[in-house]
T-cell receptor, first 112, second 115 residues
């Protein structure tokens, strides 16, 4: 199936750990994103990446780093996890000038 | 800077009644507008989108939305809601596709359906 897939779906970890969330899209899109949905359901963009350029939302701590091994993947690596990082993280993709945005099913991160 | 306002945090509607969810946007260029729905514990599903042309847009699940440039609004409507429509609804504005800014979302409207 064509889609944006994220793994894992759930992630529970202790404070101070380093973790990664993987995202893959097979839609042939040229831009990928990471969004964070907080406990109040508010969705905010963290990063966008289109092979040429990485745009970082200035409010994102530098403990968060996106890594893109190729055009179809944009992984999210988080260092030194904090309680406030607990949220649902959504990956999304789109194609410049065309269509809309396709979202993954989300990764619920819980830091204890 | 682009922004989206959904003035209603919660809306309660009786099953079978009509629904309208409000959305106002601020965007510097031609706005591309979206409505997404999120059921509890689920991801985001696209209901409909507006890029250009007819200002009344039909979507999935019987939803429609009307773009009104003069009012900077993109309200979502459904003539008769079903219990399965209970969910969180998000309005968003952004570029047609791609672009560094991605989508800017409103804070969502939580829809409750009364039997």
């Amino acid at each position: 199936d064509t889609a944006v897939s994220q793994t894992p779906k759930y992630l529970v970890t202790q404070m101070g750990n380093d973790k990664s969330i993987k995202c893959e899209q097979n839609l042939g899109h040229d831009t990928m994103y990471w969004y964070k949905q907080d406990s109040k359901k508010f969705l905010k963009i963290m990063f966008s990446y289109n092979n040429k350029e990485l745009i970082i939302n200035e409010t994102v701590p530098n403990r968060f780093s996106p890594k893109s091994p190729d055009k179809a993947h944009l992984n999210l690596h988080i260092n030194s996890l904090e309680l406030g990082d607990s949220a649902v993280y959504f990956c999304a993709s789109s194609h410049t000038g065309l269509g809309g945005y396709t979202f993954g099913s989300g990764t619920r991160l819980t830091v204890v | 800077a682009q922004s989206v306002t959904q003035p209603d945090i919660h809306i309660t509607v009786s099953e079978g009644a009509s629904l309208e969810l409000r959305c106002n946007y601020s965007y510097g260029a031609t706005p591309y507008l979206f409505w997404y729905v999120q059921s509890p514990g689920q991801g985001l599903q696209l209901l409909l989108k507006y890029f250009s042309g007819d200002t009344l847009v039909q979507g999935i699940k019987g939803f429609e939305a009307e773009f009104k440039r003069s009012q900077s609004s993109f309200n979502l409507r459904k003539p008769s809601v079903h219990w399965s429509d209970a969910a969180e609804y998000f309005c968003a504005v952004g570029a047609q596709g791609g672009g560094a800014d991605g989508l800017t979302f409103g804070k969502g409207t939580h829809l409750i359906i009364q039997p």
